[in-house]
């Protein structure tokens, strides 16, 4: 008989700095282990992946339509049809996916999602011409990543260099160039640029959010189509797992140009050149994540607020609007852009989502409302993956063993952590599984 | 003496950083008079970055030379001179902070070799790769 092996006891060292008194102390210290804000638990991980493959598929469509409108559309004063992707853009390779990339991470082909391009001839009524699917709303939601545009160009300054750029002397000089060229022949628009020019700098400022987003989320489609491949293969240990995907992936394409052409009748105008140096982490995606994220506006619809009460703060920064904030039945609600994402997601849940929203709640009666909670509980992953890719750009390891450090990564998480500690903040509701 | 890319190359723990600074044509640059101040990552530093960082950097020209130009001051500063004050301003533009004088850090790099004197500047050689923000 073999004498039972004695297990060496847990080394027990003190900690390196005292614990956390934030009220969100635990979730600190999970950040702190090399967690997410959201808890490592196998619903969890189900439920964002599921939805992040919903989401990807949207989102093909949406970044390809985007570098369409900013690049093709520009300034047509009726752009009735700028959701009508031309058949180029619809194909555009994806610059991170496919064998022609050069950044080749990522599996998935450079090509319109399979799924995408069934859903664009078929739709939910099934054949018919696309104008009629248009008007019928039975298509993608472009109006959703318009208004995630939208964000970004009226929240403007939050840090990057984008939006200085687009008061400069340069800047402007493209933009005019592109303007003339874009109108010439027509003196009524060129008559209206004379007279009222700082409307035109505006549309094209517009239209620079537009590239901007497109570029943006032309990364984060095949990152998600990516993660779901390997959910489907087994591959996630857990939601760590998932958050460092994300970090890895923020970092790859850190470098990224952030750019804005023109084509106006073969010939491509530079508004913004790559030789600015733009890059997708500084002027793309972290504008978006505290644009989007965080901040955006009230919807319409939604609620009423009274300014003058101070319901809706006077600093912008403090605007909370935002995925991290919502209150989802009540942005349910038709038309608002989140219901429109959630709808176009709704499209291309994985079966297994659809199938746990059955078991809960009103089963297949508000889908829209669980896949919107289970997308709020990704949004904090994907927002605990810019944390701790930030911790790691700017900070320190986790595992670094100067006190001064790890005190310095804790004030860090708990800055962060601060801006969940107003009362709409949905931190707390998806510590648990029972917020649905 | 020798100028800030042939005491690099002596060195020989900046191979990527030299490559780096090659492919964003700033070698000359960095061989002119100058004077710069120059926070040097060994190449464990460009290693310990993810994967894909260091390659779409180098894809794409414009972008690898911003950071890297927050990696350089303008004017040779040695170690005493650093510690004074709490930023100075990279050729990126944006500060680059001394947060700590014993261990010397830069931003959240340490400085494994200080006050490597050079024809045209003063290299210091650090443990990461630095990032604006």
């Known amino acids: 008989m073999t004498p039972p092996t004695a297990t060496a006891p847990e080394p027990v060292t003190a900690p390196l700095i005292p614990p956390s008194t934030h009220r969100y102390a635990d979730v600190i210290h999970r950040l702190e282990a090399g967690g997410s804000m959201l808890p490592d638990t196998p619903e969890n991980l189900m439920q964002i992946i599921g939805i992040y493959k919903a989401y990807a598929v949207p989102m093909d469509f949406y970044w390809r339509d985007l570098l369409y409108i900013a690049e093709q559309v520009f300034l047509d004063p009726l752009p009735a049809f700028k959701y009508f992707i031309s058949q180029e853009y619809l194909d555009l390779p994806n610059s991170y996916a496919g064998d022609q990339s050069k950044l080749r991470i990522w599996r998935g082909g450079e090509k319109a999602h399979p799924e995408l391009l069934e859903f664009m001839a078929n739709g939910e009524a099934g054949k018919m011409p696309k104008l009629l699917h248009h008007l019928w709303h039975d298509r993608i939601n472009m109006e959703f990543a318009e208004a995630c545009m939208e964000a970004m160009l009226w929240h403007q300054d939050m840090g990057g260099r984008f939006y200085d750029y687009l008061d400069s002397d340069a800047y402007r000089a493209n933009a005019d160039r592109a303007i003339k060229a874009y109108f010439r022949g027509n003196p009524l628009m060129l008559g209206l640029y004379r007279l009222f020019p700082e409307m035109f700098m505006e549309q094209v400022k517009k239209m620079s959010y537009y590239a901007n987003l497109g570029l943006f989320w032309e990364v984060m489609a095949p990152v998600f189509f990516e993660m779901s491949d390997i959910y489907d293969e087994g591959g996630f240990s857990g939601v760590p797992a998932a958050m460092d995907f994300l970090v890895n992936g923020i970092f790859a394409v850190a470098g990224r140009p952030i750019y804005h052409h023109v084509y106006i009748k073969g010939e491509c105008f530079e508004i913004i050149p790559k030789s600015e140096g733009f890059t997708w982490l500084y002027e793309a995606a972290l504008p978006y994540v505290e644009a989007v994220f965080y ?3 009230p919807f319409r619809g939604t609620k009423s607020y009274n300014a003058q009460a101070y319901q809706v703060p006077s600093d912008q920064a403090d605007f909370h609007y935002g995925i991290l904030y919502a209150d989802v039945f009540p942005v349910g609600s038709a038309g608002i852009p989140p219901t429109l994402l959630m709808q176009d997601m709704l499209h291309f849940l994985p079966p297994y989502l659809v199938d746990l929203y059955k078991t809960h709640k009103r089963g297949e009666e508000d889908q829209l409302i669980q896949l919107g909670i289970t997308f709020q509980r990704s949004m904090y992953n ?7 890719a930030l911790r790691d750009a700017l900070l320190y ?4 063993t100067d006190p001064e450090h790890l005190m310095a990564n804790r004030r860090f998480f708990e800055a962060q952590m601060d801006r969940f500690l107003r009362p709409e903040a949905r931190l707390s509701q998806i510590q648990t599984q029972d917020y649905r | 003496m020798a100028n800030i890319i042939e005491t690099a190359k002596g060195a020989g723990v900046f191979g990527t950083l030299l490559t780096a600074v090659e492919v964003a044509g700033l070698t000359g ?10 926070f040097a990552p060994v190449d464990d530093a460009f290693a310990a970055l993810p994967p894909g960082t260091v390659q779409t950097l180098v894809d794409n020209v414009p972008q690898l030379a ?6 350089v001051l303008s004017g040779a500063y040695r170690r005493e001179q650093l510690i004074e004050q709490p930023e100075w301003e990279s050729l990126e533009g944006a500060p680059v902070a001394i947060r700590r004088a014993e261990p010397f850090e830069v931003k959240n790099a340490t400085v494994v070799s200080a006050d490597i004197v050079c024809d045209n500047g003063i290299v210091h050689v650090i443990d990461r790769v630095i990032l604006p923000g």
Do not use: M
Request: hydrophobic share 45%.
């Open chain 2, 66 to 71: 911003r950071i890297l130009k927050f990696h």
């Open chain 1, 382 to 388: 994907v927002t605990s993956a810019v944390i701790q």
């Open chain 2, 29 to 38: 640059a960095l061989e002119s008079p100058g004077p710069f101040t120059v």
């Open chain 1, 397 to 400: 390891p986790l595992d670094d």
């Open chain 1, 295 to 297: 901040r955006t506006a």
